[in-house]
């Protein structure tokens, strides 16, 4: 690569100006946006799948539109990531195809069951809220088209997060049982969305370049401790505990510290050895098979119409 162009590149970082697809950038650039940008939608698209199993056994009709509404975003951010993924030069079908076969990464936190409706609450409040945190800072990304996709997709995540927290106040406020239902699902799903921010800064092999080329504007622990920041009083707000006897505030950093993540855990999930890894996949799997004739019928109709224009 030629010097002089990426010292070139790297003055229009540090300038803080935008890259766009047509721009010259250097090879592992390219490379570290289409491993990041691929994970992000493929973890839209498996995210779907959990929440998607609570749709028909929603609690009324209000509660149904909403998670309709929700998963049916996701497919859209997914989607709109893979164009994303398109401006630098791959095809969307090579991704999809590592995500169906299984060499692709997604975020670790959909390999969980959804056991019961409170996770809807609990992931809608955690999971986009964690969400949010991390694709706020990536709105500021260097790369044009998926700082513009953050921007967009943000804007969705916080009425994903709403709806999620207006769940779980409810919840809150109901009898026993339904208490009871919501801290279950607070104690499974807190340890598994603080690792989504991933590993910590000492074992991110990717963050020194992604940082250095400001795709990354925060590290993985920076963000994570955001988020406990923001998440522990709205807990206190409606009454839940959260499931670590080490949380506590410090006053002179204004953090919240926190015990220490199962690593090995999380590494087992990243690994596909996580509680749902292989239901997800063959679930991702069987949509595809099943969408089969739909792609050949929209083939044929496309063969037809093009066909009867050039007549
Ligand atoms: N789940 C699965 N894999 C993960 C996770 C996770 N929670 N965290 C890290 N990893 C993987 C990384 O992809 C990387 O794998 P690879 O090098 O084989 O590709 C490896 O673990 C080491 O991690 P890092 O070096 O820290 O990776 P990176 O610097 O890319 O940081 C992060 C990981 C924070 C997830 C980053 O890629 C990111 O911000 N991605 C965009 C956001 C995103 O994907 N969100 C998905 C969930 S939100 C949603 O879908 C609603």
Known sequence: EDPALLAAFEARIAAGESIEPKDWMPERYRKQLTRMM??????????????????TRAPSLRRKMSLIAKVQ???????YIYCGTETLGVDRHDLFNQLLDGSAKYSS????????????G??????????IV?????????????????????KEENFHKRQGFEICATLAKGTPAQKEMLQDAVNRFWWPSLMMFGPSDKDSPNSAELLKWRVKRKTNDELRQ?????????????????????????????????????????????????????ERLAARNKAHDDGQWVREAALAHAAKRSAKSSA
């Open 122 to 131: 609990v992931i809608g409040w955690f999971v986009d809220g964690a969400a």
């Open 226 to 278: 955001r988020f406990v920041n923001l998440t522990v009083p709205q807990a206190q707000a409606i009454g839940v505990t959260l499931p670590d006897p080490d949380l506590k505030y410090n006053a002179e950093t204004k953090n919240w510290e926190f015990g220490e993540i199962d690593w090995s855990e999380f590494w087992e999930v990243v690994q596909g050895n996580g509680p749902c890894n292989a």
């Open 38 to 55: 691929a994970q992000h939608a493929h973890s839209e698209i498996v995210g779907m799948l959990p929440e998607g199993n609570w749709i």
């Open 73 to 79: 975003d996701e497919a859209g951010h997914g989607l």
């Open 134 to 154: 991390n694709q706020t800072v990536l709105a500021k990304a260097s790369y044009g088209p998926y700082a513009r996709a953050m921007v967009r997709i943000c």
């Open 109 to 120: 936190i959909f390999n969980y069951p959804t056991l019961s409706w409170a996770d809807m």
